[in-house]
């Protein structure tokens, strides 16, 4: 696999919750770390997720904010 994208990170589907035109993917990329991305019926079916199966989290942003509590 090769993806312009520099953040990629391999996880695990640990959910598929399907609706009528999405579905929701649950990834874990780490113990207790989730990632949820919603992606078409179709591209889901396609990918032949599943429970279990390994994949990747791919993203693609061209802006990535950073917040800190003003209290701190």
Request: a negative charge; proline letters at 3%.
């Given at each position: 696999m090769k993806?312009?994208?520099?953040?990629?990170?391999k996880?695990?589907v640990?959910a598929?919750?399907p609706?009528?035109?999405n579905a929701?993917?649950i990834?874990?990329?780490a113990?207790?770390?989730?990632?949820?991305?919603?992606?078409?019926?179709?591209?889901?079916?396609?990918?032949?997720?599943a429970?279990?199966?390994?994949?990747?989290a791919v993203v693609?942003?061209?802006?990535?904010?950073?917040?800190?509590?003003?209290?701190?």
């Amino acid at each position: 696999m090769k993806v312009s994208a520099r953040n990629v990170l391999k996880g695990t589907v640990k959910a598929i919750v399907p609706g009528a035109v999405n579905a929701e993917v649950i990834i874990e990329v780490a113990p207790g770390v989730e990632i949820v991305s919603i992606i078409t019926k179709s591209s889901a079916e396609s990918l032949q997720l599943a429970e279990g199966k390994e994949v990747y989290a791919v993203v693609k942003s061209s802006d990535v904010m950073v917040a800190v509590d003003e209290h701190d």
